[in-house]
């Protein structure tokens, strides 16, 4: 009997004794899943991979029994029993014991598909309350899970060391496909270095008795929301990727999260989480975490690439998606640990609030922008225009030095949070630079002053386009441009290891790149 045979056969209404309608398959590498009528059939496939072995009968049977096993512990009525597949006298393939063992199958409830996390956010019907309730299902779940053992050694750091170089070492020849360069140089960078200085965090959490038998597959596919929290399709075939520190399921879960768009539900789940947990250590790791598992997702959709006949639609579908990976990846590992001070410093339309903006998405700062805060101080909406003279109005030194001072005062709080800020003014007086970087001394912090420059030309296309559109807060036009750079103290002052320069009309990308890399570096 071929296994296609058996696959064929499952695929027929009438294989099962209820009598679906029909059959519904899908098929993954691992897998084929028959959904049918009310009920789910998962059969593994004879199989063999670096990190799985379905390849006798006797492993597939043990792994259907662990699956089952495994996610009763967070679904209970989902998963109903393993069914043995069989023949019968004349050779026909049966559910149920039969002449002939051939395989094994999880029999799970269907759940429905209109419930699943995904979707829910997709529709907007889910929320910080059902972030609230997930986290207590999951903390309860993490406290219950067993511990000690050789469950602790998955967190010997020298485990963690190897998965990590293993994820590096099976990406180099997607380095320029699907991942660019310099992300891969930066997040192994920044992996390597993480480990090297946590150390003794990673011994801590062990002590702690952190490591647990987890999920470690946390997707929102898999997870539903009925009248409770069920959450199923637990790694039941590699125990190293299931068993590790809990952050590792906070983070696995909180990442998917972010790639889908809805980044202030992970923060949500993420504070729930530690209230009910009480780990707030958990915070210092939740980003390696989640910067190793986007990086793992991206690895394993790049992986597709390497399958045979693939049409060119999905080829540019999977590296659409592993880039995306990537990046996220790439997010979270220029994230900063610690705060800083970053100034942008430039004439009108050199492009700082474009800078700024990319800067903040990939070092996780805050921006406080002067354009809008003088339009707040005087009750303007942030498009609403202002032409005054050059030096008068809202635009007067004793009202820049007003708001100067304020945005001080306002980035002084956020960098006592702990939150790393970029101020998006011209600073052109050298008064303002030099209180800025006296701040940041008093601080304690490190201090960059970003000066974005361009050529005139450009700067007057830039601001005629900011007229026509009339969409940004800034009031700045090509008739007082000559008046501000003449009015620019040039920057001198500044220490040169603090001194960054981009050109923003020349490849800003590539500049931007080395930037964020010497700020990370640096933190």
């Known amino acids: 009997m071929t296994y296609s045979l058996l696959i064929e056969t499952m695929k027929k209404p009438d294989f099962y004794s209820h009598h679906p309608a029909k059959i519904e398959v899908i098929e993954t590498h691992i897998s084929y899943v028959f959904i049918a009528g009310d009920f789910v059939y998962k059969v593994k496939k004879p199989v063999k991979f670096d990190f799985l072995d379905f390849t006798t009968l006797e492993k597939r ?40 063992v051939i395989d094994y199958a999880v029999l799970m409830k269907k759940l429905p598909a209109d419930r699943m996390l995904k979707t829910l956010f997709y529709q907007g019907l889910a929320d910080e309350k059902t972030m609230d309730n997930l986290a207590k299902k999951i903390a309860v779940f993490h406290q219950d899970a067993l511990t000690g053992g050789h469950i602790d050694e998955m967190g010997n750091i020298e485990n963690i060391r190897h998965n990590s170089e293993e994820n590096f070492s099976e990406t180099l020849d997607y380095i320029n496909i699907t991942i660019p360069e310099y992300q891969y140089k930066l997040i192994k960078d920044y992996m390597e270095r993480f480990l090297a200085k946590n150390k003794a965090l990673f011994e801590k959490r062990v002590t702690d008795h952190k490591i647990r038998d987890c999920h470690g597959d946390l997707h929102l596919d898999h997870i539903c929301i009925v009248d409770e929290i069920i959450i199923f399709d637990c790694i039941e075939f590699n125990e190293r990727f299931r068993c590790g520190d809990i952050a590792e399921d906070v983070a696995f879960l909180t990442m998917d999260i972010d790639f889908n768009g809805y980044n202030k539900y992970a923060d949500a789940f993420i504070n729930s989480y530690i209230r009910f947990s009480g780990d707030t250590d958990l915070t210092a790791l939740l980003n390696f975490y989640r910067c190793h598992y986007a990086y793992v997702r991206g690895k394993v959709t790049s992986f597709r690439l390497d399958e045979e006949e693939l049409q060119e639609n999905e080829r540019a579908q999977i590296i659409e998606t592993a880039t995306k990976y990537f990046d996220l990846a790439y997010t979270y590992a220029t994230h900063l640990d610690k705060p800083v001070l970053i100034l942008t410093a430039g004439l009108m339309g050199s492009g700082k609030s474009y800078q700024a903006r990319k800067l903040a ?118 008739e007082l441009f000559r008046r501000q750079k003449n009015d620019f103290d040039v920057i001198n002052e500044i220490p040169s290891d603090c001194y960054l320069k981009i050109d923003t009309s020349d490849n800003p990308e590539v500049t931007r790149q080395e930037i964020i890399r010497k700020i990370k570096m640096e933190n």
């Open 361 to 478: 998405g990939r070092l996780g700062a805050d921006i406080i922008r002067t354009d809008i805060l003088r339009k707040e101080l005087f009750d303007m909406k942030p498009t609403e225009r202002r032409y005054e003279d050059f030096g008068k109005g809202i635009y007067s030194d004793d009202i820049s030095r007003l708001i100067y001072d304020k945005t001080y005062e306002l980035a002084a709080q956020k960098i006592h949070q702990g939150k790393p800020v970029i101020i998006d003014a011209s600073f052109k007086k050298r008064r303002e630079r030099q209180k800025a970087m006296e701040m940041a001394k008093k601080l304690g912090i490190r201090f960059y002053i970003l000066e974005c420059v361009c050529p005139d030309e450009i700067t007057r296309q830039r601001l005629q386009k900011r007229v026509r559109e009339n969409d940004n807060a800034s009031d700045g036009r090509w």
């Open 61 to 100: 049977k043990f792994y259907c029994e662990e699956e089952v096993r495994l996610n009763r512990r967070l679904a209970p009525d989902t998963y109903l029993d393993v069914v043995t597949i069989s023949l019968d006298g004349r050779g026909n393939v049966k559910l149920g014991q039969g002449v002939e």
